[in-house]
T-cell receptor
Framework: GNSVTQMEGPVTLSEEAFLTINCTYT??????LFWYVQYPGEGLQLLLK?????DKGSNKGFEATYRKETTSFHLEKGSVQVSDSAVYFC?????????????FGTGTSLTVIP | DTEVTQTPKHLVMGMTNKKSLKCEQH?????MYWYKQKAKKPPELMFV???????INESVPSRFSPECPNSSLLNLHLHALQPEDSALYLC???????????????????FGPGTRLTVL
């Protein structure tokens, strides 16, 4: 089946620290992989995506590389800011005949302290 | 423009009320989705509409009734809800690109800001 496993949170970091949030997946077929961010009281915003193996998605200093050999899509940022405090969801989407269905990880809450 | 709008932002209703949530997008997307999200949990898929037809219903209770009047609008009609239905309701949309053989593309889903529903 299709599933996403995301590292447990919460994660607390000091400003300017390095961030890694681990994400691994299992999927039938050829998935696309996504990271979404959810700020308090808001909906999900697309952070970055990758549609095939070895693609690197990047946005706002965040990066993730689609690794087929390790079935991973880890999120990284070199220097986090207080404004990055949010919940981060890893997700995958696999083509099917019934619709563009997403499979979400459990989410990782990040708090960045000044 | 990658905006999905949802109204109302907040809704408080009693268990005997009837209310509706609304969602709108103008990106030309032909797939629209309703999700339910409880605090500190990922979104749970409720319904998928593709080309204005219901294509996925994830065994949602009949007190939730979706409607897709046209390709830009999606409604969720609520009736006789329970307190445990209190949650954030998210709408999303995506392209629906159908390939030969029936498979559908894995395009990005764009989410609205959600409606915070409280059932008393």
């Amino acid at each position: 089946g299709n599933s996403v496993t995301q590292m447990e949170g919460p994660v607390t970091l000091s400003e300017e620290a390095f961030l890694t949030i681990n994400c691994t997946y299992t999927a039938t077929g050829y998935p696309s992989l996504f990271w979404y961010v959810q700020y308090p009281g808001e909906g999900l915003q697309l952070l970055l995506k990758a549609t095939k193996a070895d693609d690197k998605g990047s946005n706002k200093g965040f990066e993730a590389t689609y690794r087929k050999e390790t079935t991973s899509f880890h999120l990284e940022k070199g220097s986090v800011q207080v404004s990055d405090s949010a919940v981060y969801f890893c997700a995958l989407s696999v083509p099917s005949n019934t619709g563009n269905q997403f499979y979400f990880g459990t989410g990782t809450s990040l708090t960045v302290i000044p | 423009d990658t905006e999905v709008t949802q109204t109302p932002k907040h809704l408080v209703m009693g268990m005997t009320n009837k209310k509706s949530l609304k969602c709108e997008q103008h990106m030309g997307h032909r797939a629209m989705y309703w999700y339910k999200q409880k605090a500190k949990k990922p979104p749970e898929l409720m319904f998928v509409y593709s080309y204005e037809k219901l294509s996925i219903n994830e065994s949602v209770p009949s007190r939730f009734s979706p409607e897709c009047p046209n390709s830009s609008l999606l409604n969720l009609h609520l009736h006789a809800l329970q307190p445990e239905d209190s949650a954030l309701y998210l709408c999303a949309s995506s392209q629906d690109l159908r390939f030969a053989g029936g498979a559908i593309s894995t395009d990005t889903q764009y989410f609205g800001p959600g409606t915070r529903l409280t059932v008393l």
